[in-house]
C-alpha cells in the first residue's frame, strides 16, 4: 500500500501517468483507506477492536509505531504538501484523496482510544462516555505521542513554524474529517504560494 501511494506521489510529481493521461486516484484513495483500518484496527501496537472476540491482549506488534505509522504520516504529508498546485483544482483530489488523508491522519491521532464520528465528533463506540476527558479537544481522549510525531515530522521535515504544527494537531482533534480536510487544503495552498 505504501509503495503504491509512493509510486503515485512520483508520478504525479514527475508527469507520468498511465496510457490514458490519468493517473488512478481511486487506487490511491483504496490503499489510503487501507492504511487508515489498519491503523484502526491495530491502534498503538494492540489489536483494539471491543468486538474481537479472538483478540489477545498479550500480543503486541513490535515497532508498529516506527514502520506503520511514522511511514504513513511521512506519505500522507509527501501527498498533501509536496503535490502539483494543480492537483488541488481536481475535484477528485480534493474530495477524495485529501479527505482520506484527513482520516488517516485522525486515525492515527486517536491510535488506541475511541474514534469519534467523522461527521459529528460523536463517539463511534457503544458503551464509552462523551465526558471532557484530560486531554481531548473536543472531550475526546487523544494519543500525544503520535501527535507530537506528527507536529514533530511537520517541522523537521516539511520546514513549518512549531505554532503552525501545534494549529495543525489542534484542528485535527477537534474538527470533523470534512471539516479538517477543507482545513488541510488551505494549509496547502497557503503551504504553495
Known amino acids: 500500500m505504501l509503495s503504491y501511494i509512493y509510486a503515485y506521489h512520483q508520478q504525479q ?19 489510503i483507506g487501507e492504511l487508515n483500518a ?6 498503538s501496537g494492540k489489536v483494539i477492536d471491543p468486538e474481537d472476540t479472538f483478540k489477545n491482549d498479550s500480543v503486541v506488534f513490535e515497532s508498529f509505531e516506527s514502520v506503520l505509522i511514522n ?11 509536496q503535490c502539483d498546485a494543480s492537483m488541488l483544482k481536481d475535484a477528485q483530489f480534493r474530495n477524495s484523496i485529501l ?6 491522519f485522525k486515525a492515527i491521532a486517536y491510535a488506541g482510544y475511541p474514534l469519534p464520528d467523522s461527521n459529528n465528533g460523536v463517539l463511534k463506540q457503544k458503551g464509552v462516555s462523551n465526558g471532557n476527558n484530560a486531554n481531548g479537544g473536543a472531550g ?3 494519543n500525544t505521542m503520535m501527535c507530537e510525531a ?12 512549531v505554532e503552525l504544527s501545534r494549529e495543525f494537531v489542534e ?7 470534512r471539516q479538517f480536510s477543507k482545513y ?4 496547502i495552498e497557503k503551504y504553495k504560494q
Open 140 to 142: 475526546f481522549k487523544f
Open 13 to 31: 510529481s514527475s508527469g507520468v501517468s498511465d496510457g490514458n493521461g490519468k493517473v488512478d486516484l481511486n487506487l490511491v484513495k483504496i490503499s
Open 171 to 177: 484542528q485535527l482533534v477537534k474538527t470533523t474529517d
Open 184 to 187: 488541510l487544503i488551505t494549509l
Open 71 to 81: 511511514n504513513s504520516i511521512m506519505v500522507s504529508l509527501q501527498l498533501c504538501f
Open 38 to 43: 489498519l491503523v484502526q484496527g491495530l491502534g
Open 99 to 104: 479527505l482520506e488523508i484527513a482520516r488517516l
Open 150 to 161: 506528527i507536529s514533530n515530522l511537520l517541522v523537521n521535515n516539511l520546514g513549518f513554524p
